[in-house]
């Protein structure tokens, strides 16, 4: 006859090791903290606010346009309500309300300030809100970078809101096209190593060496160049040739652009195309430039088509388009090109050619081709610049997460790798050499690859026991007395 027997005891398995219990109590501990993120995220948006609760510039530190003082900036920061905080040059704030801004003029302040500071964090949702500011008083904004650009308002000859950064200007509509423009103009162009590259008379002829020091130009064959860039990835390249219809023409031989696009993509390359008339002189033009520049110091977009400007003529239009799929291009063309450069003196190209350039017609058209936003901010999150960043955060939380649960992870190495005491001398020699091996690989491979599955195998272990524990046995038990009730009722 089968009997059943009770049990009113619970049998405890054997003990939880020690890193299960601490992994047990960071579970429970992030439970916490998530049920709680109303006020992390209330005290994270605290600190944001607090961050920029005021524009704190040091004014004196900033490149400001000519002829404004850093003693009679203003610095502004829109309010919720449509009005405007702002901190006057002599430290007295004001708030200018909706209404008020509206009529207000640069005398209704304490002290009239020649120019408005505005962070470009603090910018508005809607260009308008600058039309309750002081009329007449520029508007300037201060990027990341703490690069300062000034924004004009439309203009009676039909000009809309334009972005400048002295005599490079931009178009904008709207706020969002407003920081688009900002991330191109501000953004690294030209470092202190640029690859300035010059068409070779031969065009069969390889990439020419990199010279250290001051920097050079670098002579390449036409038939080279596509192939010249596998050696310049994530790097500025500059060349200056003539441009037809979308093909480069040098001595009688010819190469689409659209070739050059595709490879520079490929390597991620901030490619600069002059188009010249004279390839040669704006050759030279830009490296007199390049060479008196401070050492170590680089161009933005903008400082670098202010090169070609002439500070007493008209401004630099630039337009921003889509270039290839992860690629912008930043553009700027002659409204009027001229088909020959004019007679001119001999000493006036030669004591200062770029200030002459476009005046001359000898550059018509500059492009440049660069990551655009998304691609650029994938490339700046990565730590090890040949690893994509989505990989390299990846291997960062499995290798944290492997750590947490390191038993776990070492035994699963373990069993996939195990190394045996040898019998012999030769094994020992062996075991010398794999050892270090056998440790360095679980550290560089193993731990940030396979510890996030290691750690959530120890995590969903830890939950069954709980459930276990908490559901299964109590219910198993339950069940059991039930059905040894019912054998003594029937026996």
Avoid at 203 to 219: F, H, Q, V, W
Wanted: charged content about 20%; overall charge positive.
């Amino acid at each position: 006859m089968l009997t059943l027997t009770e049990s009113t005891s619970f049998k405890s398995r054997r003990d939880t090791p020690w890193n299960q219990r601490l992994l047990l109590l960071c579970i429970l501990l992030l439970v916490s903290v998530f049920s709680n993120a109303g006020i992390i995220s209330g005290l994270a948006k605290l600190g944001k606010a607090g961050k920029h609760a005021d524009v704190d510039v040091n004014l004196p530190k900033l490149d400001l346009p000519d002829g404004i003082d850093a003693d009679a900036v203003a610095k502004i920061k829109p309010q919720s309500d449509g009005s405007w905080h702002v901190e006057q040059p002599d430290g007295s704030v004001k708030v200018l309300s909706a209404a008020e801004g509206a009529i207000v003029g640069v005398d209704h302040l304490t002290v009239g300030p020649k120019a408005l500071l505005i962070d470009a964090f603090d910018l508005p949702k809607d260009l308008s809100a600058f039309e309750r500011l002081p009329k007449g008083t520029p508007i300037l904004i201060r990027s990341k970078h703490n690069e300062v650009f000034e924004l004009t308002p439309p203009s009676d000859n039909g000009a809309g809101w334009m972005v400048k950064q002295r005599q490079v200007q931009m178009s904008v509509t709207d706020t969002s096209q407003l920081k688009n423009a900002l991330w191109h103009l501000e953004r690294p162009l030209i470092s202190s190593q640029p690859n300035v590259l010059q068409l070779a008379k031969s065009s069969n002829m390889p990439l020419a060496e990199k010279a250290y020091g001051k920097p050079g130009t670098r002579d390449v064959g036409l038939n080279q160049l596509v192939d010249a860039l596998d050696d310049m990835k994530r790097e500025t390249v500059v060349l200056s040739a003539s441009l037809r219809d979308g093909v480069i023409v040098h001595k009688g031989e010819s190469l689409p652009v659209h070739e050059l696009l595709i490879k520079a993509e490929k390597n991620d390359i901030n490619l600069v195309l002059l188009d010249s008339a004279e390839p040669t002189k704006s050759t030279k033009a830009l490296m007199k430039r390049l060479n008196e520049r401070e050492p170590d110091v680089g161009w933005t977009t903008a400082q670098f088509f202010n090169q070609f400007s002439d500070p007493k003529g008209p401004a630099l239009d630039l337009s921003v388009h889509a270039s290839g799929n992860s690629q912008s291009l930043v553009q700027w063309q002659s409204k009027t090109v001229k088909t020959e450069t004019p007679k001119s003196p001999e000493g006036s190209l030669a004591e200062d050619l770029t200030a002459h350039l476009i005046s001359h017609a000898v550059v018509r058209t500059i492009q440049i081709h660069h990551p655009d936003e998304e691609r650029s901010s994938e490339l700046d999150a990565r730590i090890i610049p040949w690893l994509p960043s989505g990989l390299q955060m990846y291997m960062l939380v499995s290798g944290f997460l492997g750590i947490l649960a390191l038993a776990t992870t070492w035994r699963t190495w373990q069993r996939l790798w195990t190394i045996r005491k040898p019998q012999q001398a030769v094994g020992w020699l062996l075991i010398i050499v794999t050892w270090p091996l056998h440790k360095l690989l679980f550290l560089l491979l193993f731990l940030p690859f396979a510890g996030f599955f290691c750690f959530w195998y120890v995590v969903l272990t830890v939950l069954w026991r709980v459930v276990d524990f908490l559901v299964v046995r109590p219910i198993s038990w339950m069940l059991l007395k039930a059905r040894v009730n019912r054998m003594k009722r029937r026996g």
